[in-house]
């Protein structure tokens, strides 16, 4: 499979809001509700934000959501704060389950 | 509390094997798997594999089948990854985590072990 493709990069104010596209094949998507969003600060272990589409694991704040339609998935961070600053990938899984595939990665810049 | 804690760093010589271990805690092992990942320099997440404790199943993403294997320990609670027939592009942090069977979610992750392929 090849990757799914998302943003290299979006910005955003203290403050605001920023949505962060991952878009992917009917194979990657189609029937699949566990796509999952990851924030990874470089060198360090990765952190599930969104899992199954919308679910958030206990201790991620309320500030991040998600969404999916049709062959896109969202993650929408809401009230950004510098901390947020970092990488986010998406992934999804394909081939009847068998396999993973993740999206290139998103740069987020808070200005 | 669950806990996902892998071997330390490695340099090895191209043609060379790498083998990294993955060791969990703080839950029951059999009730979940493990899935294996990497960054490249630069890099994003590359999917390489896992392995379903709850029916045994091991699948390699296309890229790794052939040159990857993947074993567990279940005395031990750990996982292993071997990276056989190593090139220099094959530096990159290696990664291990959790998947929840019934939500397929990867909910902890390992520190990273960094394995460096240099002549």
């Not at chain 1, 998302?6 to 796509?35: E, K, M």
């Not at chain 1, 998406?90 to 595939?101: E, I, K, P």
């Not at chain 2, 990942?37 to 630069?42: E, I, K, N, S, V």
């Not at chain 2, 594999?49 to 294997?69: A, E, H, L, V």
Request: net charge positive; charged share 15%.
């Amino acid at each position: 499979q090849s990757a799914l493709t998302q943003p290299r990069s979006v910005s955003g104010s203290p403050g605001q809001s920023v949505t962060i596209s991952c878009t992917g094949s009917s194979s990657d998507f189609d029937g699949y509700n566990y796509v999952s969003w990851f924030q990874h600060h470089p060198g360090k272990a990765p952190k599930l934000m969104i899992y199954n589409v919308t679910r958030r694991p206990s201790g991620v704040p309320d500030r991040f959501s998600g969404s999916k339609a049709g062959n896109t998935a969202s993650l929408t961070i809401s009230g950004l704060q510098a901390e947020d600053e970092t990488d986010y990938y998406c992934c999804s899984y394909a081939d009847n389950y068998t396999s993973v595939v993740f999206g290139g990665g998103t740069k987020l810049t808070v200005l | 509390q669950v806990q996902v804690v892998q071997s330390g760093a490695e340099v090895k010589k191209p043609g060379a094997s790498v083998k990294v271990s993955c060791k969990a805690s703080g839950y029951i092992f059999t009730s979940y798997g493990i899935t294996w990942a990497r960054q490249a320099p630069g890099q994003g997440l590359e999917w390489m594999g896992w392995i379903s404790f709850y029916n045994d199943n091991i699948n390699y993403g296309k890229k790794f089948q052939g040159r990857t294997t993947m074993t567990t320990d279940k005395a031990t609670s750990t996982t292993y990854l071997e990276l056989r027939s190593l090139r220099f592009d094959d530096t990159a942090i290696y990664f291990c985590a959790r998947i929840a069977v019934n939500t397929l979610a990867i909910d902890s992750w390992g520190q990273g072990t960094q394995v460096t392929v240099s002549s």
